[in-house]
């Protein structure tokens, strides 16, 4: 399996905060899958972490630095050195609305059993 994949993006979830469940779920899903996520430090001008850089939990990143983005957005721009070149391959966007997330049904649709 290719492992030199990188996953990014205002994930608006709150990963930094221990007692929001959407976050844990997160955690727990990248934790099923060997996912790595990188960002350890606030990436919103009112804090929490929401925009995260996620690669294989094997794959050697070096710290991910955060940057004000001077008034162009409230979000803050993540710098993040690879051990590989990064084309875009394809762009798929699946949106789900994770106060509604079953996991069950996400399994389903994963492994293809109903």
């Given at each position: 399996m290719n492992q030199n994949f990188v996953i990014f993006g205002d994930f608006n979830v709150h990963v930094d905060n221990?007692?929001?469940?959407h976050g844990m779920?997160?955690?727990c899903l990248f934790d099923t899958y060997g996912l790595c996520q990188h960002v350890q430090?606030?990436?919103h001008d009112h804090g929490n972490t929401l925009d995260l850089v996620v690669t294989a939990d094997t794959t050697p990143v070096s710290d991910a630095e955060v940057h004000e983005m001077h008034?162009?957005?409230d979000h803050r721009r993540i710098d993040?050195?690879?051990p590989y070149c990064v084309t875009p391959y394809a762009r798929i966007v699946i949106t789900r609305n994770w106060s509604d997330f079953d996991?069950?049904?996400f399994l389903c649709e994963r492994?293809?059993?109903l």
């Open positions: 221990t007692t929001d469940a779920r997160l955690h430090m606030s990436t008034k162009l957005t993040v050195d690879l996991t069950d049904i492994t293809g059993r």
